[in-house]
């Protein structure tokens, strides 16, 4: 019997579990540190959407300018 109710990683990131392994083997794919993607990026995209429904392109690039920052 499949569990039912939001899993963590939804609650996390606002992104399913299934969804969550894809991004991992893209990860993974292109020498990425998975939970550095998950922490800087989208845990971060997620509560800005919790916030504000939206987030414009140039919003999403500024968040991903700040996190490409903590890693220079």
């Known amino acids: 019997m499949a569990k ?15 969804d969550m392994q894809i ?15 998950k922490e800087e990026l989208l845990r971060e995209y997620h509560e800005k959407r919790v916030q504000s429904a939206e987030i414009d ?11 490409l920052q903590k890693i220079k």
């Open 57 to 67: 392109e140039r919003g999403l690039e500024k968040l991903i300018e700040k996190a």
């Open 4 to 18: 039912k109710g939001l899993d963590a990683t939804f609650l996390h990131y606002g992104i399913r579990k299934e």
């Open 23 to 37: 991004i991992d083997a893209l990860c993974t794919k292109h020498g990425l540190d998975a939970e550095w993607v």
